[in-house]
C-alpha cells in the first residue's frame, strides 16, 4: 500500500539558517504530493503541493520538487523565520483514489 | 467561508462515558474524513464519507467508534464508552468531488479529548 516516510524530529535550527526535510513515498501509480504545516493548537494547512514528476510547489519561501526517479518530495526553505516553528508533514493522494497519506510528522523550532 | 468547523474545541469526561464530536465541512465538499491524532500513532484515518455515504471505516479501532453523516452539512463521531486510551485529537477534513482529486484536504481545528 501507499506510504510515506519522512525525517522524525524534533529540528532545531537558528533563525536565517536553510531547511531541509526529507520525505520519500511508496506509491501505485503517480501520485499527487503535498505539504501540510500545523501550527500549535491547529489544525492542517494545505503549505505546497506537486501534481507530476518535475513540478515544483513553492509557497511563503518553501519549495518542494517532485522527483519521481528517487520518489522523493524534500521540504527546503532557503531561511527560516522563528514564525515557521511548527510541524511539517509530508502527504500523497493516489490517483482514483481520496484517502490521503501522511507521514509521521516533523516538528521544527526556530530559535532567536 | 468559514472553512471546517468542529465542536468542542476540548472535551474533558470519565471513563465510561459517551463522547459526541461534531464536524461541518465546508459547503460543496463532496468528501468528509475524520482523523486522530496522537503522539505515539501521528495522524491515523478513521473513516470517511462520499456524499453522505461511509466509503471505508477500516480504520475506526473498534465497535465502541461510529460515526454518521445524516446530510451533506453535518458528521457526527460517537465513542461509547469513552476510555482513556481514546485520548487524543480528533480532526475533521473536507475536500471537494472527484474532479478535482489533486486538491488537497481542509482541515478543522480539531477537537482535544481527554478521557479520565
Known amino acids: 500500500g501507499d506510504s510515506v516516510t519522512q525525517m522524525e524530529g524534533p529540528v532545531t535550527l537558528s533563525e536565517e539558517a536553510f531547511l531541509t526535510i526529507n520525505c520519500t513515498y511508496t506509491?501505485?501509480?503517480?501520485?499527487?504530493l503535498f505539504w501540510y504545516v500545523q501550527y500549535p493548537g491547529e489544525g492542517l494547512q494545505l503549505l505546497l503541493k506537486a501534481t507530476k514528476a518535475d513540478d515544483k510547489g513553492s509557497n511563503k519561501g518553501f519549495e518542494a520538487t517532485y522527483r519521481k526517479e528517487t520518489t522523493s518530495f524534500h521540504l527546503e526553505k532557503g531561511s527560516v523565520q522563528v514564525s515557521d516553528s511548527a510541524v511539517y508533514f509530508c502527504?500523497?493522494?493516489?490517483?482514483?483514489?481520496?484517502?490521503?497519506?501522511f507521514g509521521i510528522g516533523t516538528k521544527l523550532q526556530v530559535i532567536p | 467561508d468559514a472553512g471546517v468547523i468542529q465542536s468542542p474545541r476540548h472535551e474533558v469526561t470519565e471513563m465510561g462515558q459517551e463522547v459526541t464530536l461534531r464536524c461541518k465541512p465546508i459547503?460543496?465538499?463532496?468528501?468528509l474524513f475524520w482523523y486522530r491524532q496522537t503522539m505515539m500513532r501521528g495522524l491515523e484515518l478513521l473513516i470517511y464519507f462520499n456524499n453522505n455515504v461511509p466509503i471505508d471505516d477500516s480504520g475506526m479501532p473498534e465497535d465502541r467508534f461510529s460515526a454518521k453523516m445524516p446530510n451533506a452539512s453535518f458528521s457526527t463521531l460517537k465513542i461509547q464508552p469513552s476510555e482513556p486510551r481514546d485520548s487524543a485529537v480528533y480532526f475533521c477534513a473536507s475536500k471537494p468531488g472527484q474532479g478535482t482529486v489533486t486538491r488537497g484536504y481542509t482541515f478543522g481545528s480539531g477537537t482535544r479529548l481527554t478521557v479520565v
Open positions: 459547503s460543496g465538499h463532496d468528501y
Open positions: 506509491a501505485t501509480g503517480y501520485p499527487s
Open positions: 502527504a500523497l493522494l493516489s490517483g482514483g483514489y481520496q484517502k490521503v497519506t
